[in-house]
């Protein structure tokens, strides 16, 4: 009778009973581990005391929830976008709202993920995580696809993967390095070599569709765009690189990406026992999905609005801000743990999400435009694939050696505010994206 009780993982005097420590150890990613650096353990003793079981165990679910990050304080802003939205309030108030409700919903996934991972075993923990690693990302832009507006899919796309291998790696390598002058860091070169791989593979396929299109290989009336037909079998490529990264990392080479966690048993993080069950974790993982859908509708609608009300161009908008705020859980805890000179960590983080979102989530919203009927391509258009093909390089030779110190971190950081600056000078009208022409948009600068 104990042996079917015991997945059930429920409450038992209050406490909760947890899975064996291997099967926690290789259900968590660097991606989970940075984002709980910001959680914070729920004191259960008044939940405890009720005596309905299943009263007590929604309050536990309740309280672990909402309570149990340190991003607690901005839940208050979904209910405001929502208001906001629902009596007419300023359309840049809903965008600011429902960019702030979006940044602790973000980490509850995670947060959730994770505890879904503890029961489902290492294999499909992995793939849960791997999925639902930029969940927030992959919703705004079907919502941005739905409405047609395939520059704020690309902008927001590229902002995340320069966030994070600028701005994150950039200022984990210079907060450790200021942090631990006096300690060489060293990382596994080993991970860093496998995403810097598919990185420059991505940037091939997002380069060609341009140079395709610069080569002068115009459609006509009779026939379909070239530089649609390339973005499309090159975003099947991807994936299939992508799918044999998955295999890569949770089997055949699974040692690689679990290197750092040995010291990480010293500080207890890998200790922490599952707090909610499987199903409650679904349900919620739900739910938390459904709510960022409705902000992610908010936030693509008001977008443009946002833009002419603050006096900012739209590219800068969903370049810059969009990554830093949506993402800034995740981006938190890796520099966190570079304060911990456990640079492994924040690179599997950095490295990681820019990887998938550049290898899976960008060639996924091009198969999902082509189902949809909406003719998204991979041409970024020249600035911004300049942009990314710089960053990538940047980064390749700052991890090429194994060591870290704070001036890799600061160049980095540099080259972010540079292209930063340049996007907030550019302004590119959304209109041709709208109207499904094929045409580069123009790019014009302020003076």
Known sequence: MASLQEPLWLLENGN????????????????????????????LTLVSKVRCGLLRQFLTNLQEVFLGTKLSVLFPAIPLAVLAQS???????VFALSLLGLTPLAERVSFLTEQLACYTGPT???????TCGNATELII????????????????????????????LGTSLFCGGIANLRKEQKYDRRQADVN????????????????????????????T???????????????????????????THRQLFEAQEESEDEDGVSEEEPVIGFWSGLIWLIGMTAVISLLSEYVVGTIEDASSSWGISVSFISIILLPIVGNAAEHAGAIIFAFKNKLDISLGVALGSATQISMFVVPLCVIVSWIMGIKMDLNFNLLETGSLALSIIAVAFTLQDGTSHYMKGLVLLLLYIVIGACFFLSQTPLNQANSGLKIPPETIFRV
């Open 16 to 43: 909760l009973k947890g899975p064996n420590k291997e099967i926690r150890h290789h259900g968590r990613t660097a991606h989970n581990k940075s984002s709980s650096s910001l959680r914070k353990k729920s004191d």
């Open 225 to 251: 765009d070239p530089t649609l037909q390339l973005s499309r079998a090159s975003s099947i490529v991807m994936l299939i690189a992508y799918l044999s990264y998955l295999v890569f990392q949770l089997f």
């Open 87 to 93: 009596y007419g309030f300023a359309r840049e108030w």
């Open 141 to 168: 832009a079907i919502f941005a696809l739905s409405q047609h507006k395939i520059d704020v899919v690309k902008y927001s796309l590229l902002g995340s993967v320069l966030s994070n291998l600028l701005l994150v």
């Open 196 to 223: 810097s791989l598919l990185l420059l593979l991505g940037l091939l396929c997002h380069s060609l569709p341009l140079l395709f299109r610069l080569a002068g290989a115009a459609p006509t009336a009779e026939t």
């Open 124 to 130: 499909v923990g992995g793939l849960l995580n791997a």
